[in-house]
């Protein structure tokens, strides 16, 4: 049974990095006419208040969403996320942050489809009620590992996999990769996008490990730390990797990385890595 509630952690350093990085995506797939496919592997319910309790208990977005909401001396892409969670917002309080699915669909057009994937049998309501009615939008009660494959590659040849395990189980780790692989055999043109958290640095190395070793080509890295790893209970960073990224993007995340390290870093310790995992 999955226990994982995204609503603890809504708006927090690795929502940041994560959405912000969606974003550049979408903004890039948006600007060719040609209809693109999106698939949100990890839905979650769509859309997290900040003002109950799952959200408070923590306190966790006051350390990402909240710390940029009124800075006036953002780098580009960080203004436009910050925008972009605005519109959910009204006027200029903080109180709801919306999740993958309303941020995708905030940059569909008429030709483009996008498929939800959600397992927990309370954040799928939720969702589908979020999400609402949409003929470009379908939403599955369902394993967005397994079932994504059959749909690869999508009509479009365009698109984009997003991957957002909450990482529950160990297992999680090899299994994304071997999906993730299976996926790319399907559909080698497509973009995807894995999150993953550092909580225990040697299985990012591991999980990094597999992947250069998969063949798969033109992949990058993107993270962001606030502390120091250790080997303490507790993420310290988290990051993005990207397999066919836009060509823009790792100059638009060198900008941005450092700038987020040091605005979220905590007590000085933020950092961040912009590597390429393997070439064109
Ligand atoms: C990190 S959260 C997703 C957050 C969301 N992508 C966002 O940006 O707002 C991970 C979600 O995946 C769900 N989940 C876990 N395993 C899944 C699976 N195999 N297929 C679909 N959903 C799954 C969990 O219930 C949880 O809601």
């Known amino acids: 049974m999955l226990s994982y509630r995204h609503s603890f ?21 948006g600007k060719k006419d040609k209809p693109f496919c999106c698939i949100d592997t990890h839905a979650g319910p769509g859309v997290y208040s900040l003002n109950e309790d799952f959200a408070l208990k923590n306190k966790e ?108 189980i160990k297992s999680d780790y090899p299994l994304v990769i071997e999906t993730l692989i299976h996926m ?8 995807y996008v894995l999150w993953y958290p550092v909580v225990e640095r040697s299985r990012n190395r591991q999980l990094e490990r597999a992947l250069k070793k998969s063949g798969i080509k033109n992949v990058q890295l993107f993270e962001l730390g606030i502390k120091t790893d250790t080997h303490e ?14 060509w823009t993007l790792a100059a638009e995340m060198q900008q941005t990385l450092p700038w987020l390290a040091i605005a979220l870093g905590i007590e000085n310790s933020g950092r961040y890595r912009i590597e390429t995992l393997a070439g064109e």
């Open 233 to 246: 209970l507790g993420m310290t960073a988290s990051g993005m990797i990207v397999v066919n990224p836009p």
């Open 184 to 191: 790319h055999r399907r559909f080698a043109t497509g973009t």
């Open 61 to 168: 977005f006051e350390n990402g969403i909240a710390k940029l909401w009124l800075r006036d001396d953002l780098p580009e892409s960080v203004a436009a996320y910050v925008k972009l969670i605005k519109t959910f917002n009204g006027k200029d309080q903080l109180s709801c942050y919306p999740g993958s699915p309303l941020i995708i669909k905030q940059f569909l057009r008429s030709q483009d489809r996008l498929f939800l994937y959600e397992l927990h049998s309370t954040e799928i309501h939720i969702l589908v009620n979020t999400v609402g009615k949409d003929r470009r939008i379908k939403v599955f009660h369902a394993d967005g590992l397994k079932n994504t494959i059959g749909l690869l590659p999508p009509i479009e040849h365009r698109g984009l996999v997003f991957i957002d395990p909450s990482y529950e």
């Open 9 to 29: 952690h809504a708006g927090n350093f690795a929502d940041v990095l994560k959405h912000l990085v969606l974003i550049k995506i979408l903004e890039y797939l």
